[in-house]
T-cell receptor, first 112, second 114 residues
Framework: AQSVTQLGSHVSVSEGALVLLRCNYS??????LFWYVQYPNQGLQLLLK??????LVKGINGFEAEFKKSETSFHLTKPSAHMSDAAEYFC??????????FGAGTILRVKS | EAGVVQSPRYKIIEKKQPVAFWCNPI?????LYWYLQNLGQGPELLIR????????DSQLPKDRFSAERLKGVDSTLKIQPAELGDSAVYLC????????????FGEGSRLTVL
């Protein structure tokens, strides 16, 4: 079975500061891992994904995440936060990309 | 390219009433999903279709929920009768190929049961 834990339901950063959103997963098979973002009044959209190969993956809007098997983690980072990054972020795990299991989400607030 | 379209966006009903949600996926997307999102939680899969076949409905409460995807295109999710605990956002998503993990979501249908 697969599960996801996102540490921190709310994260607040200043504009220009590092963004770090934490995600730990549990999977009985080699996982596919995803980050989705949901802006207010919009549907979820894919930010980035890891399937196989390079463990550092880059996504849209300057975000990246690193798959660390030993730590069962897939944390999302961005070097410099922008006001437009304010949204809710969901980490998800899947066996072979078929059935995504989502975490509870982290709301990112960016202060000016 | 049009995105995933869902309707209605908002629905308020009294308990024991029926309700239906409609979803039109992106053209050419064979896989269609219905997810349930409760307040403060992540989406949870209700049912997944490959074309017109429901290939994973293990999480669908079949006593009151039903879904169909006629002709393998648009889909309807129905609740009858609705209960107070069904108040949530119902999300529809589609993907071009099975196993890609790249889902395209609609804006959701927010249900309030009074």
């Amino acid at each position: 079975a697969q599960s996801v834990t996102q540490l921190g339901s709310h994260v607040s950063v200043s504009e220009g500061a590092l963004v770090l959103l934490r995600c730990n997963y549990s999977s009985s098979v080699p996982p596919y891992l995803f980050w989705y973002v949901q802006y207010p009044n919009q549907g979820l959209q894919l930010l980035l994904k890891y399937t196989t190969g390079a463990t550092l993956v880059k996504g849209i809007n300057g975000f990246e995440a690193e798959f660390k098997k030993s730590e069962t983690s897939f944390h999302l980072t961005k070097p410099s936060a922008h006001m437009s990054d304010a949204a809710e972020y969901f980490c998800a795990v899947s066996p072979y990309g078929n059935k995504l299991v989502f975490g509870a989400g982290t709301i990112l607030r960016v202060k000016s | 390219e049009a995105g995933v379209v869902q309707s209605p966006r908002y629905k308020i009903i009294e308990k024991k009433q029926p309700v239906a949600f409609w979803c039109n996926p992106i053209s050419g997307h064979n896989t269609l999903y219905w997810y349930l999102q409760n307040l403060g939680q992540g989406p949870e899969l209700l049912i997944r279709y490959e074309n017109e076949e429901a290939v994973d409905d293990s999480q669908l409460p079949k006593d009151r929920f039903s879904a169909e995807r006629l002709k393998g295109v648009d889909s309807t999710l129905k609740i009858q009768p609705a209960e107070l605990g069904d108040s949530a956002v119902y999300l529809c998503a589609s993907s071009k190929s099975r196993g890609s993990g790249e889902l395209f979501f609609g804006e959701g249908s927010r249900l309030t049961v009074l």
